[in-house]
């Protein structure tokens, strides 16, 4: 009994460590433990081990993406451009009626500029380019656009072979050209019976009106303005020109314009 009484403190049978877990080990790392840092390199480096163990199926990927590409490249057809440049000044009735000249330079240009390109565009040209080359079937229809601040208008046709490009530009603006002549005589005698009528009209309000009438100088002013335009159109009529000019005819062009390479 007295080895059994002990004096003070009592003492734990196992030992104690105090600065490590027993056996030397090192401390147990929890995740509150870990930085971001780590974490993030931790991350990284298990993307990475997976990326390299799968570099066959990336590289065969690319490769597929690759020889896609060619494929579909190789495959579209080869397209080549060509085009013809016109100077397409307003037409003579625009110029000689318009009622002032602010109103030739502003919306009059724009509106007849894309009447214009309506008309290098439109069906009565289309047909007519197809029976002048005699083609089986309507041929490709052109694009026309108008060069800004100019009166410039530039026809691009594509085909798949380049002479055959350049002769539908070509044929294109011949036959444009051929049509506008034609409505600006139409336009013209059309003008010409409209001003003689009012002429006309004049003539027979100046006879009732007294040589002392306050209005008879307006009148005669009128009257001098209408045949001095009526002698204008009468020339424009005489020439029967379209009023177009050819600034650069089509050439075969020798490189496509697609498939881009």
């Not at 990927?61 to 690759?66: D, G, M, N």
């Not at 080359?133 to 041929?139: D, E, W």
């Not at 002013?221 to 002698?231: F, I, N, P, S, Y």
Request: proline share 8%.
């Amino acid at each position: 009994i007295r080895d059994r009484v002990v004096t003070g403190v009592q003492t734990c049978a196992l030992p104690i460590c105090l600065t490590s877990p027993c056996g030397g080990q090192p401390p147990i790392r929890t995740a509150d433990s870990v930085s971001p840092v780590s974490r993030l390199a931790t991350t990284l480096n298990v993307h990475w081990r997976t990326v390299v163990s799968q570099r066959h199926m990336v590289q065969a990927a690319v490769v597929a993406c690759v020889v896609s590409a060619v494929v579909l490249s190789l495959a579209q057809p080869t397209v080549y451009e060509a085009s013809v440049e016109l100077i397409v000044p307003p037409r003579t009735s625009t110029r000689v009626l318009a009622d002032s000249p602010a109103t030739v330079t502003g919306s009059a240009l724009e509106r007849g500029t894309r009447n214009e390109l309506a008309v290098i565009e439109g069906d009565v040209v289309r047909t007519a380019v197809q029976a002048a080359l005699r083609l089986p079937s309507a041929p490709e229809p052109p694009v026309a656009t108008a060069v800004r601040r100019t009166d410039i208008i530039r026809i691009t046709v594509r085909n798949a072979d380049p002479a055959s490009a350049a002769a539908l530009a070509q044929a294109y603006a011949d036959t444009y050209m051929a049509t506008r002549a034609e409505q600006v005589t139409v336009e013209l005698t059309t003008a010409t019976d409209e001003l003689g009528a009012t002429i006309g009209r004049l003539q027979a309000q100046l006879a009732q009106t007294p040589d002392t009438s306050a209005d008879r100088p307006a009148l005669e002013g009128q009257l001098d303005a209408a045949q001095l335009t009526l002698e204008h159109l009468d020339l424009e009529l005489l020439s029967r020109t379209s009023g177009v000019t050819l600034v650069s005819p089509a050439a075969i062009p020798t490189d496509p314009v697609a498939p881009r390479r």
